[in-house]
């Protein structure tokens, strides 16, 4: 039995500026913390909820508990998806079924990357036509870890078709469904 999967935003703020973002966070009032509880109560029972932001990191932890434990008395599974923010919040990460984390916010080669929380963790990244350049050295200095690549929403064909050649492994499933497979052979036929 497979269990339904929702995303619940739980703020709007964020620690991070990033270019590619999905969210526009920085341009968002922030989601009342009443609001939140509400959704959390209405959560479909046995749901997989993956509790996204701005940065989930940012609520305090007692915020953070209360939200979880709406979420697993409807039998929740309970994913954050953060900046590894959460992970300055401990007593949080053990009360969470998994993390999805983004590692880097433009893949610079000295962020400090938290391997702690390995076996919760699924560790992504999202490359934009700017910062592509930077993936094999990234990908090199964490290669003790799996690190999952999605593109950016407005990454170029180029973009997306460098990422199919050379880091399929790694490729998010999104990213490659935005990859129209018929223009890429035509396009591979001609080279």
């Known amino acids: 039995m497979s269990?339904?999967?929702?995303?619940?935003?739980?703020?709007?703020?964020?620690?991070?500026?990033?270019?590619?973002?999905?969210?526009?966070?920085?341009?968002?009032?922030?989601?009342?913390?009443?609001?939140?509880?509400?959704?959390?109560?209405?959560?479909?029972?046995?749901?997989?909820?993956?509790?996204?932001?701005?940065?989930?990191?940012i609520l305090k932890a007692n915020q953070l508990r209360e939200i979880i434990s709406i979420l697993r008395d409807r039998n929740c599974k309970v994913q954050i998806n953060s900046n590894g923010t959460i992970f300055k919040k401990p007593q949080i990460v053990d009360l969470v079924d998994s993390i999805l984390y983004h590692v880097s916010e433009d893949l610079d080669i000295n962020t400090k990357v938290v391997k702690k929380y390995k076996d919760k963790t699924t560790?992504?990244?999202?490359?934009?036509?700017?910062?592509?350049?930077?993936?094999?050295?990234?990908?090199?200095k964490?290669?003790?870890?799996?690190?999952?690549?999605?593109?950016?929403?407005?990454?170029?064909?180029?973009?997306?078709?460098?990422?199919?050649?050379?880091?399929?492994?790694?490729?998010?499933?999104?990213?490659l469904a935005v990859i129209d497979v018929k223009e890429y052979q035509k396009k591979t036929i001609k080279l």
Request: hydrophobic fraction near 35%; charged fraction near 25%; glycine fraction near 4%.
């Open 3 to 57: 269990l339904d999967s929702y995303c619940m935003p739980v703020t709007y703020r964020c620690n991070w500026f990033c270019s590619y973002c999905i969210v526009d966070t920085h341009n968002k009032p922030d989601i009342p913390f009443d609001q939140v509880l509400e959704k959390a109560r209405n959560a479909p029972i046995g749901s997989k909820v993956s509790l996204t932001g701005g940065e989930p990191g």
């Open 142 to 175: 964490h290669n003790d870890i799996d690190i999952k690549i999605q593109a950016d929403q407005d990454a170029s064909y180029s973009t997306r078709i460098k990422l199919f050649r050379e880091y399929r492994d790694h490729i998010e499933a999104d990213t």
């Open 123 to 140: 560790f992504t990244v999202v490359v934009t036509d700017s910062n592509i350049e930077r993936l094999p050295a990234f990908l090199d």
